[in-house]
């Protein structure tokens, strides 16, 4: 293919200011907010897939910020103080993202956020439960006054089997993650940035006047690069501190006057549902085989399917007729610190990955914050 590229084709499509390798939700943001701080810059992104790979069109729009025993251990690792900050990036990447597309495009809907716990899981629902008052304080300057509160009467209205209690987050709400990408991607070309799909970078080869890119449709040659590929940028930069993670979804059928509106967590956040379309969606389950689930690649599981189709049957639809329809997976990327890799990891060469599974919340201020860091390098 190099060899039949025409003179034009190599002066026009092949050499930018700044190519972003990856259009997920990180990579797209990225692009836009450097277009729009200096419209003048010519940008392009590479994708390796007909559509974006990894997580960005294959999540399950929750628009959130975590679930008390997600948050429970997040303080953890990070301290109050710590999970304060993060929370604040993940709330205003939320922000950032429903100011940048509107509400209406991307089919926002706030219909709260309730995180469940199974008749017998006494312990860590009076553990949640007594950190409810805690973490209302922690963010009541960030996201509003008493987001959490004790909603157990409600589990009956949903229609669920027997559960200990359900703690719901008025501030969570659901997104379409389809209409998001596809907005991004509008707005993205409507600013005049390049896209290029199927496009896979096999190497970053650093020169004396900037990077040469190498894909199989040629070279391409930029000033500065960005890599956003969350999970597979260990293929470019091997060094990056990051483990991937699998995370396999199913969606069912459309079901007759379906209980469920909202979002919905269930075992420390391993396991998530929603309704879409009078359809019910569910996630999760790579705790039950965390190394296995530790891959690139994208596939279903015996195990993981099994215990969703039981969650299902049990706790989420045990009196509802209900048939799954599609089942997909997508690749997050996670590591032991919480916040997001942002930097420049060598010469000219930026990195934004290690969204640690809250893409939808934190990927607009981080692909903000990754193009902040190069454009103070210009």
């Excluded at 836009?32 to 940008?43: A, E, N």
């Excluded at 975590?66 to 709330?91: C, D, M, P």
């Excluded at 991937?244 to 069912?252: C, N």
Aim: hydrophobic share 40%; proline share 3%.
């Amino acid at each position: 293919m190099p060899n039949a590229l025409s003179y034009w084709e190599r002066e026009s499509f092949f050499n930018y200011d700044v190519i972003i390798i990856g259009s997920g939700i990180v990579g797209l943001n990225a692009a836009i907010h450097l277009k729009k701080t200096v419209p003048s810059l010519k940008i392009a992104l590479l994708e390796s897939g007909f559509l974006p790979a990894g997580a960005s069109t294959k999540n399950a729009g929750f628009a959130c910020f975590g679930s008390i025993s997600e948050l429970i251990e997040q303080e953890e690792k990070a301290g109050v103080n710590g999970l304060a900050a993060l929370i604040e990036k993940r709330w205003k990447g939320l922000l950032k993202l429903r100011n940048l597309l509107g509400d209406n495009t991307i089919d926002y809907q706030c219909l709260g956020g309730y995180e469940l716990f199974k008749k017998g899981e006494y312990a860590l629902a009076t553990k949640c439960v007594a950190k409810i008052e805690h973490y209302n304080q922690l963010i009541r300057n960030i996201v509003g006054i008493n987001a959490f509160s004790i909603s157990s009467k409600k589990a009956s209205a949903f229609g669920f089997g027997p559960i200990e209690a359900l703690i719901e987050n008025k501030y969570e709400a659901q997104i379409d993650t389809g209409k998001m990408m596809l907005a991004l991607i509008a707005y993205a070309q409507q600013l005049g940035i390049y896209l290029f799909n199927s496009c896979q970078v096999k190497r970053i080869a650093e020169e004396t006047n900037g990077l040469r890119l190498i894909t199989k449709n040629g070279s391409f040659y930029c000033t500065k690069t960005i890599v956003a590929t969350n999970a597979f940028i260990k293929n470019l930069i091997p060094e990056i501190a990051i483990v991937p993670g699998r995370g396999q979804v199913l969606i069912t059928k459309p079901i007759k006057d379906l209980k469920i509106k909202g979002t919905f967590h269930y075992d420390k956040g391993y396991y998530y549902f929603r309704n879409i379309n009078n359809r019910l969606l569910l996630g999760g389950g790579r705790n039950l085989d965390f190394k296995t689930e530790e891959t690139t690649a994208f596939g279903q599981t015996a195990i993981v399917q099994d215990a969703l189709q039981d969650l299902l049957d049990t706790l989420i639809l045990p009196k509802t007729p209900h048939e799954t329809d599609l089942q997909w997976s997508g690749i997050m990327a996670f590591g032991q610190t919480l916040e997001p890799l942002i930097e420049e990891v060598k010469p000219r060469i930026f990195c934004a990955t290690r969204c640690n599974g809250m893409g939808i919340a934190i990927g607009s201020q981080t692909g903000a914050d990754v193009a902040h860091l190069l454009l103070q390098s210009l």
